[in-house]
């Protein structure tokens, strides 16, 4: 039935997996490193919990406006 197929084409920026998660900005970030993500306080992001790449300091984000990817500190963010 063509109601069970699944999309997975999206314009919407990356597909979500199960552990990944939205969190909201709570002090505004800027670093001068390719790798960093800049982003201002109210910044919603998506977070990418990978296994083989997981931090205790710093998440991988992906903002949810503009989808720009890049590493921010845990502690300037907040889970939704």
């Known amino acids: 039935m063509a ?3 699944i999309d997975l084409e999206h314009d919407d920026g990356p597909v979500p997996t199960p552990k990944d998660f939205d969190c909201i900005v709570l ?7 390719d790798d960093r993500l800049d982003v201002k306080r109210g ?8 296994e083989d790449y997981l931090d205790q300091d710093w998440w991988y984000a992906t903002t949810t406006d503009d989808f720009r990817s890049g590493w921010v500190p845990i502690n300037y963010c907040k889970k939704l």
């Not at 002090?27 to 490193?33: A, G, H």
């Not at 910044?43 to 990978?50: A, G, M, N, W």
């Open 43 to 50: 910044t919603i992001l998506r977070v990418s919990q990978d």
């Open 3 to 5: 109601g069970n197929l």
């Open 27 to 33: 002090y505004d970030f800027e670093m001068d490193e």
